[in-house]
């Protein structure tokens, strides 16, 4: 060989490592990973952390213990443009104030249960009221509102275990419940959320998550295209509780069968829709309860970006931010205003423990109650 050649081998070799080098430390030609960096202390003076969740693609996930909360999803929009599409903020003050449960886990129980009582084996519990005349997420401190346990952590995988334990009477709840949540970041840009739940005495649980999202990045959400895979909904009476019925969507405002704005008749005079001031309600999900199946797809038309949502949950809650005005500034500087954000929260029925006809939500001893929901972003 020609030290001519040897030497144009050995400028390339030498650029090549310094090439590696540079995407190691850049980040960019790592894989999957975890990190941890600390996001300050609660009023008692517990240290917090902020967990980082990332995959080989570049999507970032966040995560706090305190209140389980997801504080920034960053994914890409059609051209490749990485951008932040839940609602939140920079430091965790802005959690620990009140604030409308950005990102956070909801329990004991998710959703509405009417003048915050309800009965079991005889026995009528009695929660705190936090919404008008009913009990709402938990009530005044939920599970959105506490210090969750975080670990074991598997150093490159990015994936958080949360525990809580609610014990006997917290919140007018009977039993001493033990919460898991398992939130996990997919090479396929999904975030699996795995929740369960056992408890020493019977009681009544229903968990969701409470992320408000934005697949532009700002602005409002009603050019955002819906669709729910759900022939029936729950309506509601003023205090936003189920009347108990199971309504068919079809000629209505609620008929999200085939993609649809949302601003495109939120504003309709209906009743519903006045009660809510927008959209606010429970959807009766096809599909067999248990089962994993796509059940809602968002198209932001834009950027270009997708949610899908897939869960083994019986309802999904959409609500389209109608009680955001302004008020809040999150991340960056950014202001949320009206209909700035949405939630789908998979969850059972709301006022299940009053209402007989609805899927139970009781967990007795020796139990688990088991479900997951997905949340899978992409492009098109």
């Given at each position: ?235 509601v009476d003023e205090g936003l509780i189920p009347t108990g019925e199971l309504a068919p969507v079809e000629n209505t405002p609620f008929d999200f069968r085939t ?65 955001l005005d302004g008020t809040l500034t999150g991340k960056q500087g950014r202001v949320y205003g009206f209909r700035s954000g949405f939630c789908l929260e998979t969850q059972h029925y709301p006022d299940s423990p009053n209402q007989p006809a609805f899927p139970s939500t009781v967990l007795n001893p020796g139990e ?13």
């Amino acid at each position: 060989m020609k030290r001519c050649e040897i030497l144009i081998i050995a400028l390339l070799a030498a650029a090549l490592l310094t090439l590696t080098a540079a995407c190691n430390k850049s980040g960019e030609a790592k894989g999957p990973s975890i990190s941890s960096a600390p996001f300050g202390q609660t009023a008692e003076g517990q240290a917090v952390e902020l967990y980082t969740l990332k995959n080989s693609r570049g999507t970032t996930v966040r995560i706090t213990p305190w209140g389980g909360v997801v504080t920034s999803i960053i994914v890409p929009d059609r051209s490749g443009t990485m951008g932040d599409v839940v609602h939140g903020f920079d430091e965790l003050a802005g959690y620990t104030d009140a604030v409308p449960y950005f990102g956070a886990l909801i329990g004991r129980y998710g959703n509405r249960i009417a003048k915050g009582a309800f009965e079991l084996d005889g026995t009528v519990y009695t929660l705190p009221v936090n919404n008008g005349a009913n009990h709402l997420h938990g009530g005044p401190k939920g599970f959105d509102k506490v210090l969750w346990t975080a670990g074991p952590i598997e150093a490159g995988k990015p994936a958080l275990t949360l525990t809580y334990l609610s014990k006997d009477g917290e919140a007018g709840y009977p039993g001493n419940l033990t919460a898991t949540v398992i939130y996990t970041l997919t090479e396929e840009d999904e975030l699996v959320i795995d929740y369960t739940a056992v408890t020493d005495k019977k009681s009544v649980v229903n968990l969701t998550n409470h992320t408000y999202f934005n697949l532009a990045g700002s602005g409002d959400i009603l050019g955002h295209e819906m669709q729910i895979d759900a022939d029936r909904y729950t309506p509601v009476d003023e205090g936003l509780i189920p009347t108990g019925e199971l309504a068919p969507v079809e000629n209505t405002p609620f008929d999200f069968r085939t993609p649809t704005a949302i601003g495109a008749r939120i504003n309709e005079d209906d009743v519903q829709l006045k009660y809510g001031n927008g959209y606010d309600h429970n959807w009766v999900l096809n599909g067999p309860m248990g089962t994993m199946r796509k059940v809602a797809t968002v198209y932001e038309p834009v950027s270009g970006r997708v949610l899908e949502v897939l869960t083994t949950e019986p309802g999904l809650q959409f609500y389209a931010g109608n009680f955001l005005d302004g008020t809040l500034t999150g991340k960056q500087g950014r202001v949320y205003g009206f209909r700035s954000g949405f939630c789908l929260e998979t969850q059972h029925y709301p006022d299940s423990p009053n209402q007989p006809a609805f899927p139970s939500t009781v967990l007795n001893p020796g139990e688990t109650c088991k479900t997951r929901t997905i949340y899978k972003f992409s492009t098109r």
